[in-house]
Structures are given as structure tokens and as C-alpha cells.
């Protein structure tokens, strides 16, 4: 069971994105959990500010400390074990290993800043700084529904069998293989013979190649930090060299 709890100004934000799909399958489930606790019901004063004019001058407005940390502090006293993730550019890029770990975690508190950002002193309350990419968005609720997505499907008896994690691209570190349905014929594109042979063995080795050699076409990177098995190095040689036979264009 995973608790979440999203620290965040607009709640509201998430009632579509969350309420489809295997996420709310797992609430009803009883796997996960979501609730939601928003600072301006921990800002003081008439009007309730939760932002202000920055120190030093600039541009824009900052979250101010008092009202997130008040947050923060009453998630945690719901579920003192959560880990804190500030949902930040500054922070460490999220991948599939990191959403794997947090799927064996049973509170997680997702803090979403908004504006120019949160005062620093906030970084004193977080136990991980978590970004999604190398872009600014307007707040961090996109990116704690991306997180919330990515973990509750590794999260056990989340996912059916008509799709398993195992499989998931970056699961194992590459790539994944193409996927083909009906119609085996589609705009003069064929479906290839070997998915149609019925002969497993060819087609987990065809997949693999696939999985392999997509992976060197388009993200190199992720090769570079594994070393493959003498299988593995002999399916992508294979890929390699019936890439280079192809005629340029039809890759
Ligand atoms: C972001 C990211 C992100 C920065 C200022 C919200 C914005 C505003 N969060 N991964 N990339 N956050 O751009 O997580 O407060």
C-alpha cells in the first residue's frame, strides 16, 4: 500500500488526470491511497498570502516558507515514515529505477512549488528533490502526477496481465521492442514474418535484437552505462550490420 500525499495550491488539478485508469483502480483496490493538503490553509493574515515579493529583487514571486512547511508537517503527522520529494528543475532527473524504489515505499509526500519557486528554507523539510526534466514548468503538479503514474504501476497487484512492468521500456535498462497488432497489412506496411511464425524462441530473440538495437539508435546513453551479456553483444552486431545494409531512409 502506498500512501501519497501532494502538498500543493491547486487540488483541484488532479481530480481528472487521477481519477482514470489504473490509478483509480488501485484506490479502489485499496493499494494506494491520495490526499491532498494545500498551504493556504496554513497561510496566516486576511488574505491568506502564500507568496511574496523576493529577497534582493527580481523577477516573479516565491513560495513562502511558513505556510509550506505547516503543510508538510501536518502530512507527515498522518504518516510520519513518508519520505518528502521536492518536485524541482534542481533536482536529481526521476527514472524508472528511482519510481521503482518509491513503489516499495508505504508514504510518499509530493511538494509542488509553484511561481518562481520555493524559499530555500523549504529544502531543510525535503528528503529528496525530484525533477522530471531539464525544462521549467508553471508548477509541479504536472510533475507529481507524472511521479504518481510512473510509481503506482510498479506498485504489486497495481498492473493486470494485459500489461506487466517487467516488460516496460527501461525495465531492464533498454528500450522496448516494436508492437504490432491487426491488421497485418496497413498502408503497404507488413507485419514482420517472425511475429507470425508462432515460433517463441525466434520471436524473444527478435525482440531482443530490437530492443537492443533501437536502444543504440536512439539512446546510445543507455548502453554506455551496462555491459551486455555475449548474447546480447552478438544480437546487436546482427542489428548493426542488417542496419547498415539498409538502403538510408528506411530505417
Ligand atoms: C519542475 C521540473 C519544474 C519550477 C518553478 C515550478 C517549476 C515552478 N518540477 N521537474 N522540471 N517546476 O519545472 O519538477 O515553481
Known sequence: MVNFTVITLFPAMFASSLAHSIIKKAQEKGILS??????????????????????????????????????????????????????????????????????????????????????????????EELSIGDYTLSGGEPAASVVIDAVTRLIPGVLGNETSAEEDSFSEGVLEYPQYTRPEEFRGMKVPEVLLSGNHAEIARWRRKQSLGRTWLQRPDLLQSRSLSVTDQQLLKEFMQEYARKPAGNG
Open 34 to 127: 491520495l490526499s491532498f493538503v494545500n498551504p493556504r490553509d496554513y497561510a496566516i493574515g486576511r488574505h491568506r498570502v502564500t507568496d511574496d515579493y523576493p529577497y534582493g529583487g527580481g523577477q516573479g514571486m516565491v513560495m513562502k516558507p511558513e505556510p509550506l512547511v505547516a503543510a508538510i508537517e501536518a502530512a507527515k503527522s498522518n504518516l510520519p515514515h513518508s519520505e518528502v520529494i521536492l518536485l524541482s528543475p534542481r533536482g536529481r532527473v526521476f527514472n524508472q529505477e528511482w519510481a521503482a524504489r518509491l513503489a516499495k515505499k508505504e508514504g510518499l509526500i509530493l511538494v509542488c512549488g509553484r511561481y518562481e519557486g520555493m524559499d530555500e528554507r523549504v529544502r531543510a523539510f525535503g528528503d
